[in-house]
């Protein structure tokens, strides 16, 4: 009995030490310096460039426009390639197109170089795009930032209340259409479904189902589930522009679309009108989503972007990844805080999800030196946030910077032929129905 409490006691008194240990390293040798400029800090500085850079091209390709409009008279500037960007259908058909011919199509060069040089950048950056480059992830950030601002001063069960109500409404919307969407894919019903009276006889399970998400208690349906099911949506949206593009439209058609299609030639044009002259319903859509986003972290892009679906799969096979340290770290549970994808980063050995942005923030707020890193797989090499922001933005300079050189950049339209297409914009050859393209 006597050996059994000496055994107990001497047990103890390990603990204790190595609790001790943990503590002095943490409070002495391993905690993390802070530093005046952080990864933070130089993200936001890229990101507000990239911004910028975005402003720019927006303004420069309105002044072009509206030069076409007039006829060739006024101020003038050049069209400018990146604005083919915005242009998501038509760099997929140009990814199609490429793979079919081994060739860059030259109406729309830049979009597809541009979505190429993002796929790349997936496969060897994770989604550092979608947190350090994109547009649209930089205003969601800094929306749900401000709303923090409010939200924390609120009771936390308030709080939480509000911020998980944008994830169970679009949760309840996935229960209704992502299977919609699979039946589409699956060519179980088209787009006249929506006009039969099956449809309408439907309506009532699909409010039940939009209700679900908030009618049946937390511990039977968590706002984990519901979350999962509302992330959905972009793999299905992801899913049905791969089949109706990439799938069912032959690259004998492509071919054809390129040389003949009137709305090809006019397509970023078209884009630009859309959202110079907003209808009431994309108005309200388009506010809709701002005004979630500032109480949802990342709204649309955890639940809505295709780009970011895409670019998520593909960072599977990236070779960085954020790597905890077990023996380093001391569960102080400030990564998994900190993570706007709301991953149990504290849980995890290697981050290999394929919702992490690579954004560092879990690293930024990690207090302990090493506990949380950034590292190269295989020689598990640390790789510092002022190098992975170098080898990004770089490898982004570098490609798109290629394809100017090499001619695969500008489109071969002529000013002239915007400025004649431009007066003529409104005729029934410039429009499209479900994919339909006149020709000339």
Request: glycine content about 6%.
């Given at each position: 009995?006597?050996?059994?409490?000496?055994?107990?006691?001497?047990?103890?008194?390990?603990?204790?030490?190595?609790?001790?240990?943990?503590?002095?390293?943490?409070?002495?040798?391993?905690?993390?310096?802070?530093?005046?400029?952080?990864?933070?800090?130089l993200?936001?500085?890229?990101?507000?460039?990239?911004?910028?850079?975005?402003?720019?091209?927006?303004?420069?390709?309105?002044?072009?426009?509206?030069?076409?409009?007039?006829?060739?008279?006024?101020?003038?500037?050049?069209?400018p390639?990146?604005?083919?960007?915005?242009?998501?259908?038509?760099?997929?058909?140009?990814?199609?197109?490429?793979?079919?011919?081994?060739?860059i199509?030259?109406?729309?060069?830049?979009?597809?170089?541009?979505?190429?040089?993002?796929?790349?950048?997936?496969?060897?950056?994770?989604?550092?795009?979608?947190?350090?480059?994109?547009?649209?992830?930089?205003?969601?950030?800094?929306?749900?930032?401000?709303?923090?601002?409010?939200?924390?001063?609120?009771?936390?069960?308030?709080?939480?209340?509000?911020?998980?109500i944008?994830?169970?409404?679009?949760?309840?919307?996935?229960?209704?259409?992502?299977?919609?969407?699979?039946?589409?894919?699956?060519?179980?019903?088209?787009?006249?479904?929506?006009?039969?009276p099956?449809?309408?006889?439907?309506?009532?399970?699909?409010?039940?189902?939009?209700?679900?998400?908030?009618?049946?208690?937390?511990?039977?349906?968590?706002?984990?589930?519901?979350?999962?099911?509302?992330?959905?949506?972009?793999?299905?949206?992801?899913?049905?522009f791969?089949?109706?593009?990439?799938?069912?439209?032959?690259v004998?058609?492509?071919?054809?679309?390129?040389?003949?299609?009137?709305?090809?030639?006019?397509?970023?044009?078209?884009?630009?009108?859309?959202?110079?002259?907003?209808?009431?319903?994309?108005?309200?859509?388009?506010?809709?989503?701002?005004?979630?986003?500032?109480?949802?972290k990342?709204?649309?892009?955890?639940?809505?972007?295709?780009?970011?679906?895409?670019?998520?799969?593909?960072?599977?096979i990236?070779?960085?990844?954020?790597?905890?340290d077990?023996?380093?770290?001391?569960?102080?549970?400030?990564?998994t805080?900190?993570?706007?994808?709301?991953?149990?980063?504290?849980?995890?050995d290697?981050?290999?999800?394929?919702?992490?942005?690579?954004?560092?923030?879990?690293?930024?707020?990690?207090?302990?030196?090493?506990?949380?890193?950034?590292?190269?797989?295989?020689?598990?090499?640390?790789?510092?946030?002022?190098?992975?922001?170098?080898?990004?933005?770089?490898?982004?300079?570098?490609?798109?910077?290629?394809a100017?050189?090499?001619?695969?950049?500008?489109?071969?339209?002529?000013?002239?032929?915007?400025?004649?297409?431009?007066?003529?914009?409104?005729?029934?050859?410039?429009?499209h129905?479900?994919?339909?393209?006149?020709?000339?």
């Open positions: 009995m006597e050996e059994v409490k000496q055994w107990y006691s001497t047990t103890e008194t390990i603990k204790v030490t190595k609790s001790a240990d943990i503590c002095f390293d943490t409070t002495k040798r391993g905690q993390r310096k802070r530093k005046k400029f952080t990864s933070q800090k993200r936001w500085s890229v990101q507000i460039a990239f911004l910028i850079l975005v402003i720019v091209i927006g303004w420069q390709f309105y002044t072009f426009v509206a030069y076409c409009e007039a006829g060739g008279k006024g101020f003038y500037l050049p069209r390639p990146g604005v083919e960007s915005f242009l998501p259908i038509s760099a997929l058909m140009g990814t199609k197109y490429f793979f079919g011919t081994g060739k199509n030259d109406i729309h060069p830049a979009g597809f170089v541009i979505f190429g040089t993002l796929l790349l950048m997936a496969v060897f950056f994770r989604r550092g795009f979608c947190s350090w480059m994109c547009p649209v992830g930089t205003i969601s950030e800094w929306e749900w930032k401000l709303g923090d601002l409010f939200l924390n001063k609120l009771p936390r069960r308030v709080s939480s209340l509000i911020r998980n944008p994830t169970r409404f679009t949760a309840g919307l996935s229960l209704v259409f992502t299977p919609i969407i699979i039946l589409m894919l699956l060519e179980v019903i088209t787009m006249e479904f929506f006009k039969s099956f449809f309408r006889e439907l309506i009532p399970a699909f409010i039940v189902a939009m209700i679900l998400p908030f009618a049946v208690p937390r511990k039977y349906w968590s706002d984990k589930v519901n979350d999962c099911i509302a992330r959905a949506w972009k793999y299905s949206i992801l899913a049905f791969l089949q109706m593009v990439v799938i069912k439209i032959p004998e058609q492509l071919e054809v679309l390129y040389e003949r299609a009137p709305f090809m030639r006019v397509a970023d044009i078209k884009m630009l009108k859309f959202f110079v002259n907003l209808s009431g319903i994309g108005l309200v859509v388009v506010l809709v989503f701002l005004m979630l986003s500032v109480v949802s990342n709204f649309w892009c955890r639940f809505f972007c295709p780009y970011g679906a895409i670019l998520g799969i593909l960072a599977y990236s070779p960085f990844t954020i790597t905890r077990k023996e380093k770290c001391i569960d102080c549970g400030k990564c805080k900190a993570c706007p994808s709301y991953i149990v980063v504290e849980k995890k290697h981050v290999l999800t394929h919702e992490c942005l690579a954004c560092y923030d879990c690293v930024n707020v990690c207090p302990v030196n090493g506990a949380l890193d950034m590292k190269l797989a295989g020689k598990r090499k640390k790789i510092n946030y002022w190098l992975y922001a170098a080898m990004l933005v770089g490898f982004f300079i570098i490609l798109t910077n290629t100017r050189v090499t001619g695969h950049w500008y489109t071969k339209i002529s000013d002239t032929e915007f400025i004649l297409r431009s007066a003529e914009l409104d005729n029934p050859k410039y429009t129905k479900e994919g339909k393209f006149e020709t000339e």
